[in-house]
């Protein structure tokens, strides 16, 4: 049986009386773990939850973490060739003489995989545990 004009209009107007019925929500927010682990300097890991917008990259779950979490807080500097390198994690900053750096890895199932790309770039998955290292380099890195 065809819907009369009315009662599409009626349908139509029911629609966008349900609650987000054709509303425009938004991304979904993806929940993600960020750990900093400092064994150089002997400083006791942390642990936080943060999160993306769906798609979104690991920065924006940085940032956000950074304006709630008032014991989280990073630095970067922009890389004319490969974006966004993190500098320091809660005021430990990497040195060139001493050749360290915030290495950035995920872990699963206490397996660490080190990102391919820096944070402007990574794309997290839904839980994923995000690990920042404080590491040493070699010049064969
Ligand atoms: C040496 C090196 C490093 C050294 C740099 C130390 C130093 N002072 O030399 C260290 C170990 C610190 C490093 C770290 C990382 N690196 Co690196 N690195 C290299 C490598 C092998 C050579 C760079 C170089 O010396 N070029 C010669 C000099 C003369 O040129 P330059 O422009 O001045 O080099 C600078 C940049 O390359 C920068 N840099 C190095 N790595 C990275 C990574 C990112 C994301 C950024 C923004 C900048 C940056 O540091 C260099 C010295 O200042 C390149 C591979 C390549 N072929 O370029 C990868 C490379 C640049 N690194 C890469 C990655 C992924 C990382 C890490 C994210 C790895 C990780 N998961 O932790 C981290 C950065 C984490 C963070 N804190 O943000 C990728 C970048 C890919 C991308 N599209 O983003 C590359 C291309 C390797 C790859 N996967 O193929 N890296």
């Avoid at 927010?29 to 960020?34: F, L």
Wanted: charged share 20%; hydrophobic share 35%; proline share 5%.
């Amino acid at each position: 049986m065809a819907l009369r004009p009315a009662a599409l209009l009626s349908v139509g107007f029911l629609l966008l009386l349900t609650p987000g019925g054709l509303s425009h929500k938004g991304p979904a927010s993806v929940p993600i773990r960020v750990s900093v682990e400092n064994d150089l300097s002997n400083m006791t890991p942390e642990s936080y939850s943060s999160s993306v917008v769906e798609g979104g990259v690991l920065l924006g779950a940085l940032r956000r973490l950074q304006e709630t979490e008032t014991d989280f807080k990073f630095t970067m500097k922009e890389d004319p060739n490969f974006g966004l390198f993190v500098e320091s994690v809660n005021g430990v900053a990497g040195n060139e003489q001493e050749q360290t750096y915030w290495e950035i890895l995920s872990e699963s199932s206490r397996e660490y995989t080190r990102l391919e790309v820096g944070v402007g770039c990574y794309t997290p998955a839904a839980n994923e545990h995000i690990v920042f290292r404080f590491s040493t380099w070699t010049s064969e890195q």
